[in-house]
Every structure is written in C-alpha cells, then in structure tokens.
C-alpha cells in the first residue's frame, strides 16, 4: 500500500486561510469517507483533527475543516494562527482492514 | 480520561528484538482495537497494524508480518508490540493509539527505539 501523497510543505500569513491536499487512489481515499488528519508538533504525538473527512473531534477548533472529491482529501486552515505552525497527516482507510498515511506536510506561518 | 501510557526508551543491537507496552486507562479495554504506528527520524507517520483486545484478532501489514506480534493483556488493561530481527532501519519512534471505527483518537506518547551496534 503507497502512502498517500501531500505537498512537502505550504505557508500561509497569519488571519489568511491555507489548504493541505492529499492525494490517493480509488482505493482508498476514493473509496471511503473515512479521512482523518492529525497535527504533529515537533517532539510531540500526533493529535487527532478531523475524522470522517469533515467530523470535528471535541475541543478541536472549527477553523480546521475537511473535504473530499474524487481520489483527494483537502484540510483548510482558516484565520491561520501562529500555533498552527506544525506537520499534518492525512490517513485514509484502505479497505480490508489496513490505514494508510500520508506523507505529512509542514505547515509554515509567514 | 482516556490515557495510553507507553514504556520508555530502548536501545538494541541488531538483530535483537524490541517489546515496547502500552498501557491504557479511562475506557473499556475491549472496547477499541489498539493500532500501533512508527515514526522514522524525520520521516512521516508509518501505520503498523492493530489489535483488537476483546478477541486477540490482528492485522498487520505485510512487511512486519514475519517479525510483528501484538498482544494484550486484559488484568493490566495493557497492549504489547514485539518487533524482531532489529535492523538499523528499525530506529523509530513508536507510538499506540486508540483506535475508534476508522480513525486513532488519542495516542500515547511513544517510545523511542534506537538500533544501533
């Protein structure tokens, strides 16, 4: 199973949206409304951010919003603040009982 | 609330193995499957496979399979990943998660594991 693909890093101004893509294939992302992200601080566990493509975990905050179409996942950003400055993963599940990640995207606040 | 309580850091030759626990509290043990996840020095998040504590049914993937073994222990409400056959590019962060229908909701720590001679 090949990882899904992200852009290696974005950037964005403060108060400005940004957008992570995540790109699969028709068996996985395509497949399932089942895309998670999740924030990665340096040194840090990842922490959950979205799931189920556009589902908010309790406590997280709603600036962070998900979507789909076709083969590819997006996570927007709004309003970004300088705390949002962090690596993001998307995961997808592939069917048959197996996730796949992908390959994580630095997030840089300008 | 939740917590996933991880052991601390390793350092094996290669060759070796690695059993790196996993202890959890604030929930049902049987409840959620325990999915455990490496990390490579900066590298990406690799999904590893999972564990379901109410019936010991795994799944892991296929490049593990011959040297993977996840368990459980229901008395410490505890999961377990043993890795074998240790090679330098086993060096990784590890980390369990809690696995909640198709998503890992809260994770532990994880445990640095270092292969090294």
């Known amino acids: 199973q090949s990882a899904l693909t992200q852009p290696h890093s974005v950037s964005g101004s403060p108060g400005q949206p940004v957008t992570i893509s995540c790109t699969g294939t028709?068996?996985?992302?395509?497949?399932?409304?089942?895309v998670s992200w999740y924030q990665q601080y340096p040194d840090n566990a990842p922490k959950l951010i979205l799931f189920?493509?556009?589902q908010w975990p309790s406590g997280v905050s709603d600036r962070f919003s998900g979507s789909k179409s076709g083969n590819t996942a997006s996570l927007t950003i709004s309003g970004l603040q300088a705390d949002d400055e962090a690596i993001y993963y998307c995961?997808?599940?592939?069917?048959?009982?197996?996730?796949?990640f992908g390959g994580g995207t630095k997030l840089t606040v300008l | 609330q939740v917590q996933l309580v991880q052991s601390g850091a390793e350092v094996k030759r290669p060759g070796a193995s690695v059993k790196v626990s996993c202890k959890t509290s604030?929930?049902?043990?049987?409840?959620?499957?325990i999915t455990w996840v490496r990390q490579a020095p900066g590298q990406g998040l690799e999904w590893m496979g999972w564990?379901?504590?109410?019936?010991?049914?795994?799944y892991y993937v296929e490049k593990f399979q011959a040297r993977l073994t996840m368990a459980t222990e229901m008395s410490t409400r505890t999961a377990f990943m043993e890795l074998r056959s240790l090679t330098s590019d086993d060096t990784a962060v590890y980390y369990c998660?809690?696995?909640?229908?198709?998503?890992?909701?809260?994770w532990g720590r994880g445990t640095t594991v270092t292969v090294s001679s």
């Open positions: 604030g929930y049902t043990f049987s409840g959620n499957v």
């Open positions: 189920d493509v556009n």
């Open positions: 995961c997808s599940y592939a069917g048959n009982f197996k996730w796949v």
């Open positions: 998660a809690r696995g909640v229908f198709y998503y890992m909701d809260v």
């Open positions: 028709s068996s996985d992302v395509g497949a399932y409304d089942y």
């Open positions: 564990i379901n504590p109410l019936n010991n049914k795994v």
